[in-house]
């Protein structure tokens, strides 16, 4: 059974950081693209990132130049640094493969900018 558990969300003020993690299981992760997707309250979930497994990213427009994606194919893990955060980077956000998978969703973990 394919696990993904995202963790390091929190509260934060308008232009703090953020690190998120997604531990990965039950997948040969080295060999997967993962992403991280997000969801706001009434919005439908989007694409934040993506990282090959040989390191190429992509990002949407809206997190260019503020949020890095990378991943330790020892750990299983995949990482978001979000920094220069906005109150419209409040969301949930998820980790899972790109293109996704609609049977491996977590629980995501929430992201709050505010001050």
């Known amino acids: 059974q394919v696990q993904l558990v995202e963790s390091g969300g929190g509260l934060v003020q308008p232009g703090g950081s953020l690190r998120l993690s997604c531990a990965a299981s039950g997948i040969i992760f080295s060999l997967n693209v993962m992403g991280w997707y997000r969801q706001a309250p009434g919005k439908e979930r989007e694409l934040v990132a993506h990282?090959?497994?040989?390191?190429?990213?992509r990002y949407a427009d809206s997190v260019k130049g503020r949020f890095t994606i990378s991943r330790d194919n020892a750990k299983n893990t995949v990482y978001l640094q979000m920094n220069s955060l906005k109150p419209e980077d409040t969301a949930i956000y998820y980790c899972?493969?790109?293109?996704?998978?609609?049977?491996?969703w977590g629980k995501g973990t929430l992201v709050t900018v505010s001050s």
């Open positions: 899972n493969r790109w293109p996704y998978s609609d049977l491996t």
């Open positions: 990282i090959t497994s040989g390191g190429s990213t």
